[in-house]
């Protein structure tokens, strides 16, 4: 009885085995029936693309397996996936291409196990050759030494060299980046190296870039007594050329007329002598500069009254900078920067005024409002006359300019950008009584 039970579950299992046979070949048989064959919807053979990082899709078209076949190693191009089954979708996935090189990559096809004349070409172009250096185009260095790096961006090959900077050490250079170590600067005045990139092919030698490497010494007073006078203006100069004093007649007469200002770049008047021009020479023998003149009509935007200056017109805002020439060569002061403002009536028969704030600005050596050595732009000044019903008034405003050297530059102007084009605002503004002090001594 046991041998007949083993007998039959011996024919049950093989006759299972030849089931599960005949329905793995119907099911293979049903899948791939027919002629193989293979295509890409469109018959794509050649693709020529731009720098852009970007995916390509295709759809495929077939009755058997197929694989993906790159003829190449490459990291910049992938297809995904890179095989399928019958009827699909893939991915030709590109990066970007940041080189001046154009990249090329041809994919094969593989049908069920046999090769397909079906070629994908894929080129991408070239990246415009680039160089830039960062930050540019001056980096600063502490005066007590330490490391400088500038990072160099580039898809070609470059050399560099370096001017004047003996006190720059230990050059470490890669691909992105130069970096030196760069010595305590004891030597009492501000010193400064000239780095310069250059494409190691001539063909892009346009493409070279520099930064001027600035270091400040370890700072040293100038020794000036506090309350030391640089410079002070009460713009006296102004009186021989006869302007108009509209603003002085206003604090003690309301009933007065605003009789205008006059143009410092085209006044002239033959009855008193004065050519167009003097006016301008007086005011640049005072060691003033207008960073806002360009040679343009609408540029020409400082006036002048009885003794005070006005700046700006509707739409342009303007400057006035100097240059701290009195502090001796390589020391440093610490300095009270005081001036006279108020703002322009909008209406010379009314009570209103050009809505009109200023701010300090300054370049080179120090800092504005903190000693920081980098805030080189101040805090807006308010110079609004709060009482419109009131006449005019000049209200007096201060801020302290921290271990500012003779290269200091230092501009009064508002607190609106610079528009080429006018911006239709009126800001403008009088300034009388400037004036810069020894404020404190200087810390190394």
């Known amino acids: 009885m046991k041998r007949n039970v083993i007998q039959k579950l011996r024919l049950l299992l093989t006759a299972a085995a030849c089931l599960l046979a005949v329905a793995s070949c119907n099911e293979k048989e049903k899948e791939y029936t027919g002629e193989p064959y293979f295509y890409i919807e ?5 693709e020529q693309v731009g720098t852009a990082s970007q995916s390509l899709k295709y759809v495929v078209r077939s009755n058997r397996p197929w694989k993906i076949a790159p003829q190449g190693e490459a990291a910049w191009i992938k297809p995904f996936p890179d095989e399928g089954e019958l009827d699909g979708i893939f991915r030709i996935n590109i990066s970007e291409n940041k080189t001046i090189d154009v990249r090329i990559m041809n994919f094969e096809f593989v049908m069920d196990g046999t090769p397909q004349p079906t070629v994908l070409h ?114 006296s100069w102004i009186i021989p050329f006869n302007g108009p004093a509209d603003i002085e007649n206003w604090n003690a007469d309301e009933s007065a007329t605003v009789a205008g200002t006059h143009n410092i770049y085209t006044y002239a008047n033959a009855t008193d002598g004065i050519a167009a021009g003097d006016l301008l020479a007086a005011f640049l023998a005072q060691g003033y500069t207008d960073p806002r003149y360009d040679g343009t009509n609408d540029s020409r935007i400082i006036y002048f009254g009885a003794h005070y200056l006005k700046f700006g017109k509707t739409g342009y805002h303007g400057k006035l900078q100097r240059q701290l020439t009195q502090i001796a060569p390589d020391k440093f002061s610490n300095i009270l920067l005081t001036f006279d403002a108020t703002p322009c009536k909008t209406n010379p028969t009314g009570n209103n005024y050009d809505d009109v704030f200023l701010r300090v600005v300054i370049e080179g050596s120090g800092s504005v409002g903190v000693d920081d050595g980098t805030t080189k732009i ?29 290269d200091t530059r230092v501009t009064i102007q508002t607190n609106m950008p610079d528009s080429p084009t006018g911006d239709g605002l009126q800001r403008r503004w009088y300034l009388d009584n400037l004036k810069f002090v020894k404020h404190s001594v200087v810390t190394p």
Do not use: C
Request: proline share 4%.
């Open 378 to 406: 101040g805090e807006d000044i308010d110079i609004q006359l709060v009482d419109k019903s009131r006449p005019w008034v000049w209200l007096t405003r201060s801020v302290v300019l921290y271990g500012v050297a003779a």
């Open 42 to 46: 469109g018959n794509p053979t050649d």
């Open 122 to 235: 894929i080129e991408q172009e070239a990246a415009e050759a680039s160089l830039t250096i960062t930050p540019s185009p001056t980096i600063s260095v502490l005066s007590n030494g330490g490391g400088v790096t500038v990072n160099v961006s580039a898809n070609i090959e470059w050399n560099y060299s370096l001017s004047d900077g003996t006190w720059l050490r230990q050059p470490q250079v890669d691909e992105t980046a130069i970096t030196f170590m760069a010595d305590a600067n004891e030597t009492g005045h501000i010193r400064e190296a000239v780095l310069t990139v250059t494409p190691t092919d001539a063909q892009y030698a346009a493409l070279a870039a520099s930064v001027i490497i600035r270091q400040l010494s370890i700072r040293e007073d100038d020794s000036q007594s506090i309350g030391f006078v640089y410079f002070e203006d009460d713009f």
